[in-house]
């Protein structure tokens, strides 16, 4: 008989406790560190994961993906422009920049009109293809997990990158070796423990494993974040706003999970597609982060 497979995403990697079952979604078990409120999901193996999740249909399959990624290029690229004026506010301009989970590439390249040296790190070779074929950017191919560049970066962003990672501490890890001394992280995720969070409970949108692994709270970002010597300098709510056709992927994908947003399709699908929607919930923010050495 075939040893059992060993279960991982079940140590607190901030706390190192042992996290405690809170409920299933997906037949997967989600569970939660008592002690600083973070929560993953319970995997039997990370191999091949990132490169079986995020394959090309992700780009344009719909269902949890994009039915046509580039076809969001212009929202994107404005983006990058609204992240590197909002770095600006802080003092922080046209140095070197990791996006991380940079996908085509084209957030990179609005930190790159605004002057930065941007480059990309992305797990998808046909995206990191485009980048450089396209957009003519530096594409790095791999995950922050398990890659390490010689170069320092003044700025890595993460932007929706952190829920999707195998492994969050590696890759905090693996980032600060790539941060200069004084240099920052850019930081947009998910907070579970937001009102929108909390109304939906197990159905909210982000609980979708195996596609989203770990949650995490302000607090519980900031406690990882500091154990590789990155002190909080701020966060707030981003700009942020996906196409109507995207909208409607996702609803179709969700509606079995939420009544409300089953309600929400019929009056979605009248939206022409390439209509720009706000996202006006308050589950996800951005967070700033300075390197402390």
């Avoid at 999901?41 to 719909?62: M, P, V």
């Avoid at 929108?196 to 970002?221: E, G, M, N, V």
């Avoid at 706003?241 to 009056?267: G, N, V």
Wanted: proline share 4%.
């Amino acid at each position: 008989m075939a040893p059992a497979s060993k279960s991982i995403n079940i140590i607190c990697v901030i706390c190192h406790q042992h996290l405690e079952p809170v409920f299933k979604k997906n037949g997967v078990p989600i569970q939660e560190c008592k002690a600083c409120r973070y929560r993953a999901a319970e995997i039997s193996s990370t191999a091949g994961h990132t490169k079986r999740l995020y394959n090309d249909n992700y780009f344009s399959g719909g269902a949890d993906g994009y039915l046509d990624y580039l076809q969001d290029k212009e929202s994107l690229l404005g983006r990058g422009r609204w992240y590197s004026h909002l770095l600006a506010k802080y003092g922080i301009q046209n140095g070197r920049l990791l996006d991380v989970g940079a996908a085509a590439g084209v957030i990179a390249s609005g930190f790159r009109s605004e002057g930065w040296k941007a480059e990309g790190l992305e797990p998808n070779q046909s995206m990191v293809h485009y980048g450089r074929q396209q957009l003519d950017l530096t594409m790095h191919h791999g995950s922050l997990e398990s890659m390490v560049i010689d170069t320092k970066f003044d700025v890595i962003s993460m932007i929706q990158v952190l829920a999707h990672l195998t492994d969050p501490a590696a890759a905090f890890r693996h980032a600060s070796q790539m941060t200069k001394p004084g240099g920052h992280w850019l930081i947009k995720t998910w907070n579970y423990q937001s009102l929108s969070a909390r109304i939906f409970r197990k159905s909210w949108h982000q609980y979708s494993p195996p596609r989203t692994l770990h949650w995490f709270t302000s607090h519980s970002l900031n406690a990882l974040a500091a154990q590789f010597q990155m002190k909080f300098v701020a966060s707030g709510g981003p700009q942020k706003s996906i196409s109507a056709q995207h909208a409607k992927s996702l609803l179709r994908h969700a509606t079995s999970e939420s009544a409300f947003l089953k309600f929400m399709t019929c009056p979605a699908a009248l939206l022409p597609d390439r209509l720009m929607i706000p996202y006006l919930a308050d589950d996800l923010s951005w967070y700033l982060f300075q390197n402390d050495n």
